[in-house]
T-cell receptor, first 119, second 112 residues
């Protein structure tokens, strides 16, 4: 079956440009997460959606980062006025269950990521 | 602040040998995850450990969890080249949002 898909897979942006990264979660998955993975590091949490509601955006590094999921399925991560330090792989993950469900494995399924390079 | 530490960060081993990767975390967490990542690829879920003493095995990999010690181990038995990858452990972050807190990863290279 279809997994989490992301587009584009690679994006090169000049410093100061705006970019938009798309995530298509697995159909029916309630929870959607965005992570940022710098080279040689583990993924770091950016933001979380439960259906269309953005319940946590504590990981967004600055107000240049904005995420939305207007209909509770596809999500877009937008970065305005990109800087070199924004260069990273942006991973999207989705999960069927709500995180508060005690004892559930709460597996997150990751997409292939978008590698953003800011020159 | 919840922190996850893995060691070693780099591991070069010969085929056929055994080794263990360690994952320590700083505060109580409900769940412990192990993921595999090949170069340029996304994260593949290996194990989810839910309770103290949990042990799961898949092929040459075995993961265990000691919640009292806040320690998980990923044991590799008789390594083969196909296991070369970066392995991450992660724990469930605090609060209700369910985000994962990852370690820095262990880059494993298995040489013939």
């Amino acid at each position: 079956g279809a997994g989490v898909s992301q587009s584009p897979r690679y994006k090169v942006a000049k410093r100061g440009q705006d970019v938009a990264l798309r995530c298509d979660p697995i159909s029916g998955h309630v929870s959607l997460f965005w992570y940022q993975q710098a080279l040689g590091q583990g993924p770091e949490f950016l933001t979380y959606f439960q259906n269309e509601a953005q319940l946590d955006k504590s990981g967004l590094p600055s107000d240049r980062f904005f995420a939305e999921r207007p209909e509770g399925s596809v999500s877009t991560l937008k970065i305005q006025r990109t800087q070199q330090e924004d260069s990273a792989v942006y991973l999207c993950a989705s999960s069927f269950l709500l995180p508060s469900l005690a004892g559930a494995p709460l597996e997150q399924y990751f997409g292939p990521g978008t590698r953003l390079t800011v020159t | 602040e919840l922190k996850v530490e893995q060691n070693p960060l780099f591991l070069s081993m010969q085929e056929g040998k055994n080794y263990t990767i360690y994952c320590n975390y700083s505060t109580t967490s409900d769940r412990l995850y192990w993921y595999r990542q090949d170069p340029g690829k996304s994260l593949e879920s290996l194990f989810v450990l839910l309770s103290n003493g949990a042990v799961k095995q898949e092929g040459r990999l075995m993961a265990s969890l000691d919640t009292k010690a806040r320690l998980s181990t990923l044991h590799i038995t008789a390594a083969v080249h196909d296991l070369s990858a970066t392995y991450f452990c992660a724990v469930l972050g605090g609060g209700s949002q369910g985000n994962l807190i990852f370690g820095k990863g262990t880059k494993l290279s298995v040489k013939p």
